[in-house]
C-alpha cells in the first residue's frame, strides 16, 4: 500500500512538473512569403501569455532588390496592467549561405527596421521575445521590396547620357565659329 501511495505522488508530482514547464515554454514558427519581386508583403503573429517566442519570416529574391521593412509589437494597456506586449523584442535580418544562415543585420528594441540592398538569395528574419501581457504579444511586420535595375540599364541610360553631352558640345562648338553679324 506504502509503495502504491509513493507511486500515486511521484505521477502526481511528474504531471505538475510538466504542466508547469509549458506555462513559459517556448513558442516557434515560420512563416513563408515565397519568391519576392517588387512589391508589399506582410506577416503578424500572436503569443500566449508567459510564453517567449523565436519565429522566422522566410522569403526568396531571384534578383537584386532593395528591401525594407518595419517591424512593430503591439502595446496595449489598461490602467497599469499590460494587457497585450513584447519584452526582449528582436529580429535579425540572415542569408542562407554554404554553412547554415548567417546574419546581415540585427536590431532590437520596438519598432525594429532593416533597409539593405539583397543579391539574389534565401533569407529569413528571425524575431524573438517574451510575451509579457495579460493576454499576451502581437507583433506585426511589413515587407517593401523595389526592383533594382540590372547592369545593363545603367549602361543605356550612361551611353544616352554621353550622346546628350556630345551633341550639346558640337552645337557649342557650331555657335562658336559663326562670324558674328556686323
Known amino acids: 500500500m506504502e509503495k502504491q501511495r509513493a ?4 505521477k502526481s508530482v511528474g504531471l505538475v512538473l510538466v504542466l508547469a514547464a509549458g506555462i513559459g515554454s517556448a513558442q516557434a514558427s515560420t512563416t513563408q512569403l515565397g519568391t519576392l519581386s517588387a512589391g508589399d508583403y506582410s506577416f503578424s503573429s500572436y503569443v500566449s501569455p508567459g510564453h517567449s517566442f523565436n519565429n522566422f519570416v522566410r522569403f526568396r529574391l531571384d ?12 502595446e496595449l ?3 497599469s496592467f499590460s494587457l497585450l506586449g513584447i519584452d526582449n523584442f528582436s529580429a535579425s535580418l540572415q542569408k542562407l549561405g554554404s554553412g547554415g544562415f548567417q546574419t546581415l543585420s540585427t536590431a532590437a528594441g ?7 540592398l539583397l543579391a539574389p538569395g534565401r533569407y529569413r528574419i528571425a524575431l524573438s521575445g517574451d510575451s509579457s501581457g495579460l493576454l499576451g504579444g502581437f507583433y506585426q511586420g511589413a515587407l517593401h521590396v523595389a526592383a533594382v535595375p540590372e547592369a545593363d540599364t545603367w549602361i543605356m541610360l550612361l551611353v544616352g547620357f554621353g550622346i546628350v553631352l556630345y551633341q550639346l558640345r558640337r552645337k557649342q562648338r557650331s555657335i562658336e565659329m559663326e562670324p558674328l553679324a556686323t
Open 110 to 116: 520596438d519598432g525594429l527596421s532593416f533597409n539593405d
Open 77 to 79: 494597456s489598461f490602467a
Open 63 to 74: 534578383d537584386a532588390a532593395q528591401v525594407t521593412s518595419f517591424i512593430g509589437s503591439l
Open 7 to 10: 507511486m500515486a505522488f511521484i
